[in-house]
């Protein structure tokens, strides 16, 4: 297992992430020794969604009017439908994002995740995965979108939908360490 112990995290999430998306590679990130730091667009707590309902909250530890690319080492975007699009509504937040790419740090996107991605001008001739209604949209932004359970591409590691955690999870932490 990768070691990620000198590594901080920001995880990028509005109201309306998918609860396993995010839970599940923050308790793999923080397994691997990362620290890791909910980042939103408001203060207090967002809330999830799970099977199409209201579920859970997290505390957002900043919001992106704190927070600075240049304090953390990695950028993870997990999915949910109302999420990835009210974050790439939010202009610092896709500033945030784009900072993460122009210092070539890894990100990582899940499922709807990689439509802020999109926002940020960042998947131009990079080969990505994503939930399948999203393969359109990251086609017509220039992307090679292949159906696979997770992708790497340079500093940008894709992956499907809440089934491929397991090797989403594996992947982050190994692209994470490096």
């Keep these: 297992m990768s070691n990620l112990s000198n590594k901080k995290v920001a995880v990028l999430a509005a109201d309306g992430y998918e609860q396993s998306e995010l839970e ?14 909910i980042i939103s667009l408001k203060p207090g707590k967002i809330k999830s969604m799970k099977d199409h309902e209201w579920s859970d909250s ?13 304090s953390f080492d990695a950028l993870l975007l997990p999915g949910g439908v109302i999420n990835p699009d009210t974050v790439r509504g939010n202009e610092k937040a896709v500033q945030f994002v784009k900072d993460f790419f122009a210092a070539e740090k890894p990100v990582a996107a899940i499922c709807h995740g990689p439509q802020t991605l999109i926002n940020a001008e960042v998947v131009n001739g990079k080969k990505m ?4 209604s999203v393969s359109a949209d990251l086609k017509n932004a220039g992307a090679n ?5 997770v992708v790497t591409d340079g500093n940008l590691t894709t992956s499907r939908s809440p089934e491929d955690l ?6 982050i932490v190994e692209e994470f360490s490096k």
């Design 58 to 70: 997290v505390s957002v530890d900043k919001t992106v009017d704190e927070a600075n690319a240049s």
């Design 129 to 132: 995965t994503s939930y399948h």
């Design 24 to 37: 599940s590679p923050v308790k793999a990130l923080k397994d691997a020794g990362a620290t890791v730091e």
């Design 166 to 171: 397991p090797a989403f999870n594996k992947r």
């Design 145 to 149: 979108w292949v159906d696979e359970e």
